[in-house]
């Protein structure tokens, strides 16, 4: 069954076809640390997470490379305003090594705490200057590259494709004017290496061929997926606001320098929505995973509720919605831990399972297939395990970590029990439906399944 994902770059959905059998090589663009990231951002990650358990799931052997931007992110996509590691350690009082030190742990706990499988490198631009300038170099020797006050920049009228990824053509582009010009030739013309200002001394500056300074945002990216995965690889993920600038200028960049694709398939996660606007650190208007930890929030059940709309699909938060979701986990927690050890496997459900998930990763209807087959009548609780310990393999929930749950039922709940099964089989449904109030109101869940009534301390 082949595996089929929209891909950016052709705006199509396409069958995905590896340069090398059996491999898939992905870039992700990692987090600027500079400060926490807040649930908008982990969304993009839970979702290229999902991609890779998917891509692993059809058997595929992958390396995944995310970045850790700790140089050269400006407050302003237009290569204006501070650097944000600079300005994060003037506002907290500390070193910028030590801003990016401390956030990238953060990071990386958020992972932790959301079961995101780990990338096989976290290389951090810091670490790569050289590959950085070399790859300026080769752009200046192949006549890419103009100098001015503040840096060396990139000529975007020299290609005659930019603004591909975004499907914007040179007028669009214009109109579109994202920043001043100043010095630059055209205005989607963007810094490869920023000179360190005039008589201000920073904590993160290199020397190079054109001055002192730091590197540009964009070039980061395309020096480190060179260097780990080659040029073209299979994969590069992202949010979708990386589409327009920082993606296109990759893009750019990558191809002027090599004459050949950065990646082969480009895939974009959505938005998260606060009322009417994106959840961004610029607009302060962001949650971060403490915050849900601190209102006794499980991560997962936020990684729960990712799972139930699209990846390419907003999602507007509220706090009711993320109360549902985890509602919904813990049920799905108390139903796995009630089954006996794993059975045979339910079969038709997997391949209906695989076809979802491999149709662009539609997580929802995977999850409308997972909760199918645990309603349904004819499967028993140890085949239906067995099945959904695979399906978690992708949903990344935990549930093979969940032990089978042993409840002590008072004698007197049992009693009312009893009498409800009693009521039930003579089909007196308001005594059933009183009794099973009054079970709930002492404190635990009823369930009528199959194979009998199941009850859950709630």
């Not at 959904?388 to 032990?403: E, N, S, V, W």
Request: charged share 30%.
């Amino acid at each position: 069954m082949s595996l089929k994902i929209y891909n950016t770059l052709s705006r199509k959905t396409e069958e995905f076809k590896p340069i090398k059998k059996g491999r898939a090589d992905i870039y992700a663009c990692g987090p600027t640390v500079y400060n926490y990231a807040h649930i908008g951002n982990l969304r993009t990650y839970v979702f290229e997470d999902i991609f890779k358990r998917v891509l692993q799931y059809n058997g595929y052997k992958v390396k995944h490379i995310m970045n850790i931007t700790d140089v050269g992110h400006l407050t302003s996509n237009g290569d204006e305003g501070e650097d944000k590691m600079e300005k994060s350690a003037e506002r907290e009082g500390k070193t910028a090594w030590q801003i990016a030190k401390f956030y990238t742990a953060a990071f990386q706990k958020d992972l932790k705490d959301l079961n995101i499988l780990l990338p096989n490198k976290f290389p951090k631009a810091t670490d790569n200057i050289k590959e950085q300038i070399n790859l300026i170099k080769k752009l200046e020797q192949k006549g890419f590259t103009y100098k001015t006050n503040d840096g060396v920049y990139f000529d975007t009228s020299k290609l005659t494709d930019y603004g591909k990824l975004a499907g914007l053509d040179k007028q669009q582009l214009k109109a579109g004017a994202r920043v001043e010009m100043g010095e630059k030739k055209n205005i989607t013309d963007f810094a490869l290496w920023k000179f360190s200002p005039k008589g201000q001394k920073r904590e993160m500056e290199w020397p190079s061929p054109w001055g002192v300074g730091f590197p540009g945002w964009h070039i980061e990216c395309s020096a480190m997926a060179t260097k780990y995965l080659g040029q073209p690889f299979d994969i590069h993920v992202g949010g979708i606001d990386h589409v327009s600038v920082h993606h296109t200028n990759e893009i750019a960049q990558s191809e002027a320098a090599n004459d050949k694709p950065l990646a082969n398939y480009w895939l974009h996660g959505e938005f998260i929505l606060m009322g009417e606007d994106k959840m961004a650190k610029s607009a302060d208007n962001f949650i971060t995973l403490d915050t849900l930890k601190e209102k006794g929030i499980n991560p997962l059940a936020y990684r729960y509720l990712l799972l139930q709309t699209h990846y390419r699909k907003q999602l507007s938060f509220s706090w009711e919605a993320l109360g549902a979701a985890q509602n919904g986990l813990y049920h799905l927690y108390n139903i796995v831990q009630s089954w006996d050890k794993p059975g045979p496997s339910c079969n038709d459900c997997e391949l209906k399972f695989l076809e979802a998930v491999n149709n662009d990763l539609d997580m929802p209807a995977a999850m409308a297939i997972m909760w199918d087959l645990i309603k349904n009548p004819i499967f028993p609780g140890s085949a239906k395990k067995r099945t959904i310990l695979k399906f978690d393999k992708i949903l990344g929930l935990g549930l093979a970590k969940l032990k089978k749950q042993k409840i002590n039922i008072p004698t007197e709940i049992q009693n009312l029990i009893a009498e409800r099964d009693g009521a039930r089989f003579s089909k007196n449904w308001d005594k059933s439906d009183e009794l099973r109030k009054k079970i709930e109101t002492a404190g635990y869940t009823v369930m009528d399944t199959p194979e009998g009534t199941k009850i859950e301390k709630k």
